[in-house]
């Protein structure tokens, strides 16, 4: 495994526990977390403004979908994993090949998916 030193982890999440959680186990893990941001536009404006490597996104914020933001990411060329209870199938036709982890998942899972988004970069 590669050392995670200066790799930066952008953690967009409104719940707090699970917002908690995510930090607790990426920072475990050697990565710098930026965030966590809990709102679509606090996440948008952040994430022109932040300098970070990947993204891990909670998909659905206090009803709102962050769908805006995965675009312009993606668009960034930004490597972004998906945290949902969504299915596949629930998804725009336009995410479904993205890296996904389903809620709830473990911290092992979590840094496993996050390393494979810096080694497909």
């Known amino acids: ?40 536009d606090g996440s948008i404006a952040a994430s022109r403004v932040e300098h970070f490597d990947v993204a891990t996104l909670d998909l659905n914020l206090r009803g709102e979908f962050v769908y805006p933001l995965v675009d312009e990411l993606i668009a960034r060329n930004v490597p972004v994993l998906l945290l949902t209870g969504y299915t596949v199938s629930d998804l725009p036709e336009r995410f479904r090949s993205l890296p996904r982890l389903a809620k709830p998942f473990d911290g092992s899972e979590l840094t496993r998916k996050v390393e494979s988004l810096f080694l497909a970069r």
Do not use: H, K, N, W
């Not at 959680?21 to 809990?38: C, H, K, N, R």
């Open 1 to 40: 495994m590669m050392g995670s030193e200066g790799r930066r982890v952008f953690v967009v999440e409104d719940e707090f526990l699970v917002a908690l959680q995510i930090e607790d186990d990426l920072i475990a893990a050697g990565y710098a977390v930026i965030g966590p941001f809990t709102t679509l």
